[in-house]
C-alpha cells in the first residue's frame, strides 16, 4: 500500500506521468560529445562551413560537436548512417539539399527516404550560385546567351563537376526553363571544369558564388546573372536570372542539420536553438561568410517545407534532362 500512495504520488506531480522525464531529457541534453556527418571529404567547401558551425554549437551547448566525414554515393553511405542511428540527438546530419531533396530522384532502391526518415532540425547556411560564360564568349547578357543558343542549337556547352551535382542541375534548370540546347559537359569537381571556362574550352558554368567569384573579379570569366532570388552583397550589380529575363529560376546549394527520425522534439528544439542564436550573431555570420556561406536558420516546419520543394523541382528537372547515375 505504500509503494502504491509513493506511485500514485509520483504521477500526481507529473501529469499523465510523463512531464518529468521529458523535462529531464532536455535540461541533460547534451551530455556527451554530438557528431555532425558530412558527405564530402574534409577541406570541401561544405566541411569547412560546417566545422565553423560546429565549433559555435559546442560553446552554445558546452558538450564537443566533432563532424565526421564519411563519403561515397552522392551522400548516400552518410544518410544512411545516421538514420540508422540512436534517434537521440547525438548522430546529426548535415544534409545539403543535392543529397536531401535530389538525391532521391538520382538513385533507385536507397533503401530509405531522406524526407521521410530524417527529423529536420534548421537550416544552417546557403551557398549561392551565378552564371558565368568564358570571356570570349560573344555574349554580355542572359539574353544574349539564350539568342545564341537558338540561333545554333547545341554549339554551347556548359561544365559542372559531375552528373548530378547541383552545379550540373543549376545548368539543366536553366535550359528547362528557357527551352534552349545545350550541351552539358561533366568533370571531376567543380575546379576542372572552371579552368576549362577560363581556357575557353566550354562556354558557360554555373558555379558557386564563393569558387566562382575571384576569377570574375580578375576577368578571366565573366558573370552575367546570380541563380538566387535575391541580389547578393559580394556583387550586388549582378541582377538575379528572374531580373535578367528568366522566371521560376532559383537555384542554391543549402546546409541544415538532420536528425533521425524519432527524435525527440525537445531535444530537436534545443538543437535548432543553437542555430538560430549563432546565426543571430553578427561574429558568427561574418566568420561564415568568409568561408563563402550565408549564415541561416529555420524552424524544423520551415525545414521540411524547404526541401520538399526543392525535391519537387529538381524531380522535374532530373526527368525532364533525363539524369541518371551509376
Not at 129 to 158: C, D, I, N, Y
Request: net charge neutral; glycine share 12%; charged share 15%.
Amino acid at each position: 500500500m505504500i509503494a502504491r500512495r509513493h506511485l500514485l504520488a509520483a504521477t500526481a506531480a507529473t501529469p499523465f506521468g510523463l512531464a518529468r522525464p521529458t523535462l529531464l531529457r532536455a535540461e541533460t541534453f547534451p551530455s556527451r560529445p554530438i557528431r555532425v556527418v558530412v558527405p564530402f571529404s574534409a577541406g570541401g567547401g561544405t566541411d569547412v562551413l560546417t566545422r565553423i558551425l560546429a565549433r559555435g554549437m559546442t560553446e552554445k551547448l558546452g558538450q564537443q560537436v566533432v563532424v565526421e566525414n564519411r563519403t561515397g554515393a552522392g551522400g548516400n553511405l552518410a544518410m544512411e548512417n545516421v538514420i540508422r542511428s540512436p534517434a537521440d540527438g547525438y548522430s546529426l546530419m548535415m544534409g545539403t539539399n543535392g543529397a536531401i531533396a535530389v538525391n532521391r530522384h538520382l538513385y533507385r532502391n536507397m533503401g530509405f527516404d531522406p524526407l521521410t526518415d530524417f527529423a529536420p532540425v534548421s537550416l544552417a547556411f546557403r551557398i549561392e550560385h551565378l552564371m558565368a560564360v568564358t570571356a570570349g564568349l560573344q555574349a554580355r547578357s542572359v539574353a544574349e546567351v539564350v539568342a545564341l543558343a537558338k540561333a545554333e542549337p547545341g554549339a554551347l556547352t556548359f561544365g559542372s563537376g559531375g552528373s548530378g551535382s547541383m552545379i550540373h542541375l543549376a545548368g539543366e534548370l536553366f535550359r528547362y526553363r528557357t527551352g534552349i540546347d545545350i550541351v552539358h559537359v561533366p568533370y571531376r569537381g567543380g575546379g576542372p571544369a572552371m579552368n576549362d571556362l577560363v581556357a575557353g574550352n566550354i562556354s558557360m558554368m554555373f558555379d558557386s558564388l564563393p569558387s566562382a567569384e575571384p576569377h570574375v573579379r580578375g576577368g578571366r570569366v565573366r558573370a552575367l546573372a546570380l541563380c538566387g532570388p535575391q541580389r547578393h552583397p559580394l556583387m550586388p550589380d549582378l541582377p538575379t536570372m528572374q531580373e535578367a529575363g528568366v522566371p521560376g529560376y532559383a537555384a542554391a546549394s543549402t546546409g541544415a542539420l538532420f536528425a533521425p527520425r524519432g527524435t525527440p522534439p525537445e531535444i530537436v528544439a534545443r538543437l535548432g536553438a543553437a542555430v538560430r542564436e549563432l546565426v543571430e550573431n553578427a561574429a558568427f555570420r561574418e566568420q561564415l561568410g568568409r568561408s563563402g556561406g550565408d549564415a541561416a536558420a529555420s524552424t524544423p516546419a520551415e525545414l521540411a517545407q524547404m526541401m520538399a520543394q526543392e525535391s519537387e523541382q529538381w524531380g522535374q528537372v532530373v526527368r525532364a534532362a533525363n539524369i541518371t547515375t551509376n
